[in-house]
């Protein structure tokens, strides 16, 4: 089939094709009940149930192709649209692909703070940011050049302002060399780690999660450029904002049911407000009257990664009947 004739009037929503996000993703256009399938290598899959186009991209591409408004949804990491400057609306986050943009260099050499790495050879698959940064640590490093001692305590290197990154001017390529700086930052596509041992380079800037690649390659990490996770994003002008206004609830129901269960207890009315500080739920927790008198039943929400600690500190106030139920999927207005 030509599928590229079929993709009139329908929704473009860009998805990583590999690496960490894509599983991600497809578990969560499942949850959403975005079905479709996709042909052997073929990077656009039609959605059986819903006028869309799923388009299988590079994470570093999507914001790209959102931002120049050829597609109108795209799921990608906070760092890959930094990185690219691109025109998008984030329309939430996600609560996956979390990790931080850190500078690292041999955990064994002689480099201990960032500065030490100005006029140094830096590699990066993020030239843009790792710019911004050593733009900020050289304008620093001159600056203190001739204050007091009081100053450079002000001056701490903190980690960049994603918002404020927009309205800076840029003067570098992302192949290219930056103008303006001393630092030599180069790009390279993937395996950044193995840079400082190649002698390619002094210093690196690469992602971080678990820092398994980072110890394996005898790094250490001496600064954080940005703490990242992966949004939903569209277009400023998307061909159907309602429909896109359908999939970002629905995208939000699973992410709330992922990450939150349901906790209901019964307890006596004296005890109620203590336990509702333990459990104040989303908005508010329910509270129905038993027909036991004095007694009351409580449900609430309650965040799947805290929920054992909940059920403890229930029980000591007295709660009884403390039930944790799965949510299979949710809808409710405001943030995740
Ligand atoms: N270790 C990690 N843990 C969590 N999220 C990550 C991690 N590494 C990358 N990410 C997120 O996933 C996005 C894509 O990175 P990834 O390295 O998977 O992409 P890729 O280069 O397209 O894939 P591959 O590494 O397979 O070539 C990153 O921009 C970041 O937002
Ligand atoms: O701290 P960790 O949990 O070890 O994760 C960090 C690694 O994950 C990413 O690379 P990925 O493995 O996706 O492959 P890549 O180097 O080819 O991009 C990132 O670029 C790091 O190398």
């Not at 400057?85 to 002689?110: N, S, T």
């Not at 690196?204 to 600064?223: C, F």
Request: hydrophobic share 40%.
């Amino acid at each position: 089939m030509d599928l590229v004739n079929h993709l009139n009037n329908r929704l473009l929503f860009a998805v990583p094709k590999k690496g960490r996000l894509h599983e991600k993703c497809l578990d969560l256009l499942h949850g959403a009940d975005i079905q479709f399938h996709r042909h052997n290598r073929l990077d656009i899959a039609l959605c059986i149930n819903q006028p869309i186009a799923l388009v299988f991209l590079p994470a570093a591409d999507i914001p790209v192709f959102v931002g120049e408004g050829r597609v109108d949804l795209g799921i990608t990491g906070q760092d890959q649209v930094a990185e690219s400057q691109a025109d998008v609306k984030e329309l939430m986050e996600l609560d996956f692909g979390k990790c931080k943009l850190q500078v690292q260099v041999p955990e064994k050499g002689p480099i201990q703070e960032p500065r030490e790495l100005i006029g140094k050879n830096i590699v990066t698959s993020f030239t843009l940011l790792a710019s911004e940064y050593f733009v900020r640590v050289e304008e620093q490093e001159g600056d203190e050049i001739g204050s007091d001692a009081g100053e450079r305590e002000k001056k701490e290197n903190g980690e960049l302002n994603l918002n404020a990154l927009k309205t800076i001017p840029r003067a570098v390529s992302r192949t290219g060399e930056v103008d303006g700086i001393v630092t030599r930052i180069k790009y390279v596509g993937g395996s950044v780690e193995a840079a400082c041992a190649l002698g390619v380079a002094d210093g690196i800037v690469d992602l971080v999660e678990s820092g398994e690649t980072m110890r394996a390659a005898g790094l250490k990490p001496i600064a954080t450029i940005l703490t990242t996770g992966a949004v939903l994003i569209t277009s400023k002008h998307p061909s159907n904002p309602a429909l896109v206004k359908t999939i970002e609830s629905r995208i939000r129901g699973v992410i709330v049911a992922k990450k939150y269960v349901l906790c209901t207890y019964n307890i006596s009315r004296d005890k109620l407000p203590a336990a509702t500080k333990v459990t104040p739920g989303k908005r508010a927790p329910s509270i129905m009257q038993l027909e036991e008198a004095g007694w009351v039943s409580v449900s609430a929400m309650v965040e799947k990664s805290s929920i054992a600690t909940v059920m403890d500190r229930l029980e000591e106030i007295g709660a009884e009947d403390i039930l944790v139920l799965q949510i299979s999927n949710s809808r409710s207005s405001g943030s995740v």
